[in-house]
């Protein structure tokens, strides 16, 4: 079994900065790859980026330029680091512990709790 634990979001203003972490444990090692995604209220559950074992990494559209995915192999986590935030990234945003392979990324059954970024004046 994966345990997934986010942290790090609040309320901030547009063009304002969060770091998202989001540390790992169990089984999480069986995965090659992570991957932080989103939800905002009455849509899906988008995938924002991903990254590999090897620290390879890919965005959505919508974030490139703007958020970097990064990993700590010695702490197990993982971390979302976001700025020029926008009201549309408003969400609850999710990390995941799953496997990169065909050039995409397939998410594992587990997922954290979540935690709630806003972008608000």
């Known amino acids: 079994q994966v345990q997934l634990v986010e942290s790090g979001g609040g309320l901030v203003q547009p063009g304002g900065s969060l770091r998202l972490s989001c540390a790992a444990s169990?089984?999480?090692?069986?995965?090659?790859?992570r991957g932080w995604y989103r939800q905002a209220p009455g849509k899906q559950r988008e995938l924002v980026a991903t990254?590999?074992?090897?620290?390879?990494?890919n965005y959505a559209d919508s974030v490139k330029g703007r958020f970097t995915i990064s990993r700590d192999n010695a702490k197990n986590t993982v971390y979302l680091q976001m700025n020029s935030l926008k009201p549309e990234d408003t969400a609850v945003y999710y990390c995941?512990?799953?496997?990169?392979?065909?050039?995409?990324?397939?998410?594992?059954?587990?997922w954290g709790q979540g935690t709630q970024v806003t972008v608000s004046s």
């Open positions: 995941n512990a799953g496997i990169y392979y065909s050039d995409s990324y397939h998410p594992g059954g587990s």
């Open positions: 169990g089984r999480a090692f069986i995965f090659n790859a």
């Open positions: 990254i590999t074992s090897d620290s390879n990494t």
